[in-house]
């Protein structure tokens, strides 16, 4: 008889019902999930290109105000009243002792320049400034030195009044050696005219390539920990591997157009732009260094240059690449943290997902239960009341299962 009631008292149907309320809600649950994090993922991904593109063009900014304050130093100079009065008459010792003191000067408050050099139209040094690593001195005329042999000087001779001559950047080389440690160097060079109109010179800065690198990495310090300056040959000029850098000026073969060559391919062909490939995501744009210079000027007006020349013999494009590289495992960490992030509040949602439709059925047969153990108590106390007393106990045991069953 208990085995029948309790048989009663189970819900019909329970897990039936439970399936019925949880599957959709689980699946709704999940649905918004992955919404959530797709919509995450994308507005991460436009947050991070965003910020990268706004960086490289502070690094490409970075060095063309160099340049630009490089050209500024050298027109500057080559209209000093002394330099012309030497050029009128290049046997007047006063003068060159007069345009010493102020090259020196010069050298001394800006701290840029390796040496300022002023070179007669024979290649020979009238006046040479070395700096001498913060310690700048005038060379002795015994040690000037004549530089007719040089390929940047005779490219400076060719240029016409106002034109200004820059060499690549590389190395600085003392007798036939590469410096070491290294000594990253341009030489910006302008032609020099007397009062007459003859040329009878050339004014030249050796360019510590040093600050120009600072200065790339200064202007973006958010990506100077995967910023990339690249030459037109693919290879680092800085890089977050000091060993990769200046590669191709000590005969080494990796470059960053054999590290990552589709990517490279891109990069050549394109201006600027954003990307992403399987080694990560690139951002970059293309420095034209001198260009920018003469942009510069034309839109403030000032008619200082006429001209430039960029020394390269193979008469390629000078240009450089800003390059910013978020490797694939940094991207993927968005992702990671994503679930770092939100596993716990969708645990959390399953989990109330779970108890809610489990409850519902649960609630309801518990209040069926009650209701049935209370029509049965009643039934059974009216039995008793109305039953015929003297009936034997084998009739009174029928009389009270009948009762029970039609609870």
Request: hydrophobic content about 40%; some cysteine.
């Amino acid at each position: 008889m208990r085995t029948a009631v309790q048989n009663r008292d189970r819900p019909p149907a329970l897990s039936g019902r439970f399936l019925l309320i949880f599957l959709p809600l689980i699946t709704l649950l999940v649905a918004i999930g992955v919404s959530h994090y797709y919509a995450e993922m994308r507005l991460a991904r436009v947050s991070l290109e965003s910020n990268e593109i706004q960086n490289v063009a502070l690094a490409q900014k970075g060095i063309t105000s160099e340049m630009r304050a490089v050209i500024s130093d050298l027109t500057f100079l080559a209209k000093l009243n002394e330099l012309w009065g030497l050029l009128d008459d290049p046997n007047n010792d006063s003068a060159r002792q007069n345009l010493s003191q102020e090259f020196l000067y010069f050298s001394e408050k800006k701290g840029i320049y390796d040496q300022i050099r002023f070179l007669s139209a024979d290649g020979m040094e009238i006046i040479r400034i070395n700096y001498n690593q913060g310690q700048p001195h005038i060379v002795e005329q015994s040690q000037l030195q004549n530089k007719s042999d040089r390929y940047y000087f005779k490219e400076a001779m060719a240029q016409d009044i106002g034109g200004v001559y820059m060499s690549p950047f590389d190395l600085n080389v003392e007798d036939g050696q590469v410096e070491n440690p290294f000594r990253p160097v341009i030489r910006f060079a302008t032609p020099l005219f007397n009062s007459q109109g003859e040329k009878r010179g050339v004014l030249m800065f050796n360019f510590r390539g040093e600050r120009l690198l600072q200065s790339f990495h200064l202007a973006a310090p958010n990506i100077d920990d995967h910023l990339n300056l690249i030459n037109a040959k693919g290879y680092w000029l800085s890089g977050p591997r000091p060993e990769d850098e200046w590669g191709f000026f000590m005969g080494r073969k990796r470059s960053f157009s054999e590290t990552f060559p589709a990517a490279w391919q891109r990069i050549l062909n394109e201006n600027s732009g954003s990307f992403v490939t399987k080694e990560g995501l690139f951002t970059f744009t293309t420095i034209y260094p001198m260009v920018s210079v003469m942009e510069f000027y034309a839109n403030a007006g000032m008619g200082s240059i006429s001209s430039i020349f960029e020394g390269y013999q193979d008469n390629e494009p000078h240009f450089w690449k800003t390059v910013s590289h978020v490797p694939t495992p940094i991207l993927n960490a968005t992702s990671q943290s994503f679930f770092r992030q939100n596993l716990l509040l969708y645990s959390l949602a399953g989990l109330f997902y779970w108890r809610d439709p489990l409850s519902l059925p649960r609630q309801a047969f518990a209040s069926n239960s009650k209701r049935r153990k209370k029509a049965l108590s009643v039934a059974t106390v009216t039995h008793w009341k109305t039953c015929n007393c003297r009936q034997s106990p084998w009739m009174r045991k029928v009389s009270l299962l009948s009762a029970m069953i039609a609870c």
